[in-house]
């Protein structure tokens, strides 16, 4: 308790120090410090990529082909590898890491600690101020900024979120909006904490909030917080984020479509609300039927970015370091045939898991869903 109100003082300081400077020019141990880095635990813990130990990524494998997938991926069944094959192919090598994750068999320990991103202006006004994990997206809209996610604690997001905010000069009190792309903890977990400090408002999926609010971690709803509901636009200053919903993942996951500038020419960013496969049939189905949804959306709105919040998902530390590196080039702009690449190689990724979940004698759900 006295920890929380130390270092919740220390920020109060330090954001009025930012007030009174005029400027943002603070030393560097006035920002709030990074969270240490916690092990991974035993069933998330994956294996180092041998002779590839300094990637931005830890040393995490990389899929990049259709032989590094047959032979890394897992799958055994023929309908599975043959899946897994197209999935390779669609992906092109542009989501390496990416397709390690959603393309292995069984899931789970493909995970590596990785030195934390630097916080960068990624797109005009569109900041990425997360940590080695998640990519948390900040927004400065001119009227305010809308934050998406919020990290699994009030330590994460006051040493992530607030510090790497403030190293990129924004104030964390012009957030006037918090998305919440789905309701697991590492997501909402610094909600609570952000609420307080900010009073923004909070806007979630009906259904992940009761998901939340029955797992407890997150705060009571607010009169200024409210329900995102399918293809809802939300609006601040100049920026218009659409809205879509898209189970599977959880039962209310939110996936945006968000529209961006980078050196005076226009994008659109296509970000999917969630990462991890689910592990039964019914379920997966349902995820890939949001994959598809998400790729059919970001065919009329002619997507040219994937967006992600977990830098598994879109292979932000790379994408992170490789601008860092170099300024004058976006990763992260990958053109409309690799954004639908990307989500068709995800729906064979999860086509690859039902094959071989049926291959492996998985209970079959009922044809038609019960009501
Ligand atoms: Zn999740």
Known sequence: MTMKIQSKLALATAIAALSMQGSFALAQDNYPPYPEQKPLSPQRQGAVWEGHEDTPNGGRPEINTVEEMVEISGYSAPAALEYASLAAIAADGNWGPTMFYQCK???????LNADYPVPLEVFDNVYSVGNDA???????????????DTLRSAEQAEGFIVGNMMRMG?????????????GHFDHTGGLAYMKELTGAAIGMSEADYQMATIAGEIP??????FVITDGMEITLGDT????????GHTPGTVSLMIPLTWQGEEYMG??????????????????RESIDRMAYVSELMQADVIMSNHTIGDDGLTKIAEMAADPSTNPYI???EAVLGYYSAWRNCLSADVAQMIANGAEIPALLPKE
């Open 334 to 336: 990958v053109g409309h």
């Open 220 to 225: 009571e709803r607010a009169e200024n917080d």
């Open 170 to 182: 924004l104030d964390p009190k012009d957030i006037k909006i918090i998305i919440i792309s789905h």
């Open 240 to 247: 218009t984020l659409t809205a879509l919903l898209t189970p």
């Open 270 to 287: 296509s970000y999917m609300g969630g990462v991890g496969a689910p592990r039964d049939i019914a379920t997966v189905n349902q995820w």
């Open 134 to 148: 998640n990519n948390i997206w900040a927004i400065d809209t001119g009227e305010g900024i809308i934050l998406i």
């Open 105 to 111: 068999h069984p899931h789970g320990g493909t995970a």
